[in-house]
């Protein structure tokens, strides 16, 4: 399963929109819950598989979610759940607890809906480079169109109900996946990070909540969803977004003027090291395309698109690496083929 999605890049890793020199893309997440039953976290089997029937039902009943790739989690093996999870098409959260959750995947995979995550319906939506207003509206298509069937749980007072308070309100996050090498070479993160949880932001890794942060990737969203509208939380979002290209534009700067040299050999390094290499580990590729990606944003390497690096970085991650090769490796083959992958992607590229 899924062996043809791997062959694809995602639509949201394009390399386009606003900002994608440092924003690869925007993230708009809406966590709603079904009126009368009990929220997944609490639910016996019945319940969630109860929700599940419901939800069947809107399938079946709507063009717009018609047209999606529609997956019972029991139709998954180990593989295909990491799959999914190094796409950002579900949460490590959604394999905790038994397989009575689904997930619908929109066109392009702009949009993907888990069933029975933490809450019953987490509706996300992708769009390339910084646009929360174009995710927003986009995931709002899914979301009005399954409130013509299902009732929300909804209260005048709080806004939609949700299994973590945290997300009560507008049940809504809004996150950006940023690019900060500048501000990670000059030892300036952790101030810029420091200054955006004050602002009620908050900081992850790749992929998401517990993750770790690699290639110089960091995932920020809002940390509030009470008491405010979703409006607020766009414009939140999009303040601190450029707040930080801005941040990370003076780190680049401040590189250029101290360290030129070292720089531009740190980047082209990395290029040869990626060209050559026979071996290469998932978090080594990371590292080596982030040096790679600050050189095209430099004009350090002026030959490579945005979107080939973003078509590497995904492919080299495990489970990508072998639904594209459509075989199970063990690690010292993945090392192998990864490396071999990023050759024949950039064969055709820069100096030999």
């Known amino acids: 399963m899924f062996e043809d999605m791997a062959k694809s890049p995602a639509a949201w890793l394009s390399g386009k929109?606003?900002?994608?020199?440092?924003?690869?893309?925007t993230r708009i997440r809406l966590a709603r819950?079904?009126?009368?039953?009990?929220y997944p976290t609490s639910a016996d089997s019945d319940?969630?598989?109860?929700?599940?029937?419901?939800?069947?039902?809107?399938?079946?009943?709507?063009?717009?979610?018609?047209?999606?790739?529609?997956?019972?989690?029991?139709d998954?093996?180990?593989?295909?759940?990491?799959?999914?999870?190094?796409r950002h098409l579900i949460s490590p959260a959604f394999l905790d607890g038994d397989h009575s959750k689904a997930v619908l995947i929109g066109s392009q995979e702009r949009v993907s809906i888990m069933v029975n995550e933490e809450d019953h319906l987490r509706i996300q939506a992708l769009a390339p480079g910084l646009d929360p207003q174009g995710a927003f509206d986009l995931a709002m298509k899914y979301e009005v169109e399954i409130g013509r069937y299902l009732e929300y749980d909804y209260d005048k007072?709080?806004?939609?109900?949700?299994?973590?308070p945290t997300n009560a309100g507008t049940g809504m996050r809004a996150s950006v996946l940023i690019h900060l090498p500048g501000l990670v070479l000059t030892r300036d993160i952790d101030k810029v990070i420091s200054r955006i949880t004050r602002s009620g932001l908050v900081v992850r890794g790749f992929y998401g909540e517990g993750s770790d942060v690699l290639g110089n990737?960091?995932?920020?969203?809002?940390?509030?969803?009470?008491?405010?509208?979703?409006?607020?939380?766009?414009?939140?979002?999009?303040?601190?977004?450029?707040?930080?290209?801005?941040?990370?534009a003076k780190a680049r700067s401040r590189l250029t003027e101290e360290a030129a040299d070292?720089?531009?050999?740190?980047?082209?390094?990395?290029?040869?090291?990626l060209k050559h290499a026979r071996v290469l580990t998932s978090e080594e590729v990371m590292n080596l395309l982030s040096a790679v990606r600050l050189g095209h944003a430099m004009k350090v390497i002026d030959f490579l698109d945005v979107a080939l690096i973003n078509e590497i970085l995904l492919l080299s991650q495990p489970a990508h690496l072998q639904k594209y090769y459509g075989t199970e490796m063990d690690h010292n083959r993945r090392d192998f083929v990864r490396a071999q992958m990023v050759r024949e992607k950039l064969r055709s590229t820069g100096p030999s």
């Open 17 to 25: 929109g606003e900002e994608a020199l440092v924003i690869l893309s």
């Open 33 to 38: 819950n079904v009126a009368g039953c009990r």
């Open 47 to 74: 319940t969630r598989k109860r929700v599940i029937s419901y939800f069947d039902s809107v399938v079946t009943r709507t063009e717009h979610l018609g047209r999606g790739q529609y997956y019972k989690a029991s």
């Open 76 to 86: 998954f093996n180990g593989l295909d759940r990491d799959f999914l999870i190094e």
């Open 157 to 164: 007072d709080f806004g939609y109900l949700t299994a973590c």
């Open 217 to 248: 990737l960091f995932q920020v969203s809002n940390q509030n969803t009470l008491g405010l509208t979703e409006n607020d939380i766009i414009n939140q979002i999009n303040k601190v977004a450029h707040e930080i290209i801005e941040e990370e």
């Open 262 to 273: 070292m720089i531009e050999d740190k980047i082209w390094r990395a290029f040869g090291i």
